[in-house]
Structure formats: C-alpha cells, structure tokens
C-alpha cells in the first residue's frame, strides 16, 4: 500500500480489514495516539492499552466515519481521548464495603431518636444490598451512591447498556421489595 493514500481511503481499508491499509493506518497515526494516551494516563502500560483500544474502536466503527464532521486524525485522536478518560475513572473508582456504608449515613443535623432510626434503616439496606447478586449490587450502588448513570456502569462492568439498566432495575426493584417487607422499609 502506498504511504500516499489519503487519511481517509486508509480508514476505510482499516475498516474493512485490508492489512496492507491498516498496517499504514496504524504507522501513520500510532505515535499521536499514544502520545495523546500517555499525556491523559500517565503510565506507559496503560497508554499502551489506551492506544489498542483507541485502534479497535477506530476499526470497529470506520464505517461510519463522516468527513464533514471532523478530520480522520482529529476523529481517531477523540476516540483516544474518549478512551484514556474512560480508563481513568475506571481505574480511580473505588468501591466501598457494604459494612462501611453505615458510617456514611449523615447524622449531624439529627436528635438521638431520629440517628438511631437512621442507624437502623441504613443497617436493613446493607442487610439487604447483601442478599442482591453481586451484579445487581455493584450496579445498584454504582447508580445509588455513586451517582453513575446505566451507560457509565455499562462501560465500567463491560457490559451492553440493556443489561446495565436491567441490572439496576431489578436490584433496586427487589431491594425496595424487601425493605416494604421490614418495619424499617420506610425509612430514608
């Protein structure tokens, strides 16, 4: 393949998997996608993945690239941005033991009768975040406490947005189910 192909007919043989066209793809863009990858991560092994899947994502979606909206360079570079910033939330996220969330529970602003009320009903969720499937917890909490929305933990658990929004559906369907069922089940 000659290095003189435009930027555009190289994306379109990268996206139909021509691997003299993808060869000079990657050459051709590989140094200002890592380059961009390692100044977002920080890490040379990360920015290494960051670029892979920055490449995969460029493959997989080719085909519907609009030259009207944005230069091939400019395109892939936003899909490794996109990317990079991904991987680095992903990575920063921290989960909180179930047992932990009690402390989180804010009781400042409370009389003694009102914290012990509080106590208890934050004490019946983790009982009963605990009896939820480990997936349907995670995504549960992620949405609840964390405040993700179902496409963020989609791309967190790796999974389809449809599941992600099942997941937290039904978590917090059977969670409220339970909770009406207790004494406390009105407690907020």
């Not at 990268?14 to 140094?31: I, T």
């Amino acid at each position: 393949m000659a290095p003189s192909l435009s930027d555009d007919a190289l994306l379109a043989g990268f996206a139909v998997g021509d691997p003299d066209a993808s060869l000079e793809f990657v050459r051709r863009f590989q140094r200002r996608v890592f380059g961009l990858a390692l100044r977002i991560v920080g890490e040379i092994a990360l920015a290494q993945d960051v670029a892979q899947q920055a490449f995969e994502k460029a493959w997989r979606y080719g085909a519907t690239y609009d030259p009207l909206r944005a230069s091939v360079a400019t395109w892939l570079l936003t899909i490794t941005r996109n990317v990079a910033i991904d991987e680095t939330r992903r990575r920063r996220m921290t989960f909180v033991e179930l047992s932990d969330v009690a402390t989180l529970a804010d009781e400042r602003d409370a009389g003694p009768a009102r914290a012990a009320e509080v106590s208890d009903g934050v004490r019946a969720v983790i009982e009963e975040l605990a009896t939820l499937r480990p997936e349907h917890r995670r995504a549960v909490v992620l949405s609840a406490w964390y405040g993700r929305t179902a496409d963020e933990i989609a791309t967190l658990e790796g999974i389809p947005l449809g599941t992600a929004k099942t997941r937290i559906r039904d978590g917090v369907r059977r969670l409220r189910d339970r909770l009406a069922t207790t004494e406390l089940g009105d407690v907020t």
